[in-house]
């Protein structure tokens, strides 16, 4: 149906009153004048003639373009809460089966996502797992390795208590199969040059940011100065690479025990 509009004749009075609109007849049948009071009186006037099947538009509904008033519920997307979905299960199918094990299946059966809303945030398997290195991994080394660094007079303790806590109840989720970047890095053989960089990156941030928080205890003569705070930060790194690589069934409690008292040796040389 072809709508067209029906110009309106109005005439203005001179006293500055609203416009009036002629009435138009239709046979006995005549349009009262618009008014504005009128309009104004029936909308302050809610509680009248109340009609509780009456939608109104908000976030989730939208006018359907087929029709002038039909309403329709409206898919509300949101492209960056899928992506992040993706990132979050192929984050954890990594931790769990290294990068040659992660399986696309598991991935969107973890996140819900279709195959179509994978493929279109990420071109392939290696660009999903550039994005885990890129995002997710400086995550996970803040999270569990730098942040309890922040605002400590004496990191020794701290960096002791990381230890401890791997063979007890308070060990971080994120560590339950081992170290996520030890994963990535056991498998970098089979990644293409690119994404080895990438992962060698991540552990630079890291000793990177060990090293700052060495070098602030040295400054607070918690740990000696004769020592070099980006060599100390690689040792470290390097001790807790080789413990969390190793298979979780040969990561028992003798094993455990054994790391930390030649942690906490180590850590004790530290001091001035």
Request: proline residues 5%; contains cysteine.
């Amino acid at each position: 149906m072809l709508l067209t509009s029906r110009k309106k004749q109005w005439n203005v009075t001179d006293t500055g009153s609203y416009p009036r609109f002629k009435t138009k007849q239709y046979g006995s049948m005549s349009k009262e004048p618009f008014s504005f009071s009128a309009a104004l009186s029936r909308i302050s006037r809610p509680d009248e003639n109340p009609d509780d099947d009456v939608l109104e538009v908000g976030e989730s509904m939208e006018l359907d373009g087929s029709s002038e008033t039909a309403l329709v519920p409206k898919r509300v997307r949101n492209p960056d809460a899928t992506r992040q979905k993706l990132l979050d299960a192929a984050f954890g199918e990594i931790r769990r089966a290294g990068f040659g094990g992660a399986s696309i299946s598991n991935i969107l059966e973890q996140s819900g996502c279709t195959k179509g809303a994978l493929y279109h945030h990420f071109s392939g398997k290696a660009k999903l797992v550039n994005a885990v290195i890129e995002e997710c991994l400086p995550g996970y080394v803040d999270d569990v390795w730098l942040s309890d660094l922040e605002g400590a007079d004496d990191i020794l303790p701290v960096l002791m208590g990381q230890v401890d806590r791997l063979g007890g109840e308070n060990a971080p989720d994120m560590l339950a199969g081992g170290c996520p970047l030890a994963r990535l890095a056991s498998g970098a053989g089979e990644l293409d040059e690119n994404l080895r960089k990438r992962i060698d990156g991540v552990y630079r941030y890291w000793r990177r940011g060990l090293a700052s928080h060495i070098g602030k205890a040295q400054f607070n003569k918690t740990v000696r100065t004769d020592i070099e705070p980006s060599a100390v930060a690689e040792f470290i790194i390097a001790s807790l690479h080789g413990f969390l690589t190793r298979p979780p069934a040969l990561r028992n409690l003798e094993t455990q025990d054994s790391f930390a008292r030649e942690f906490a040796r180590y850590l004790n040389n530290l001091r001035p």
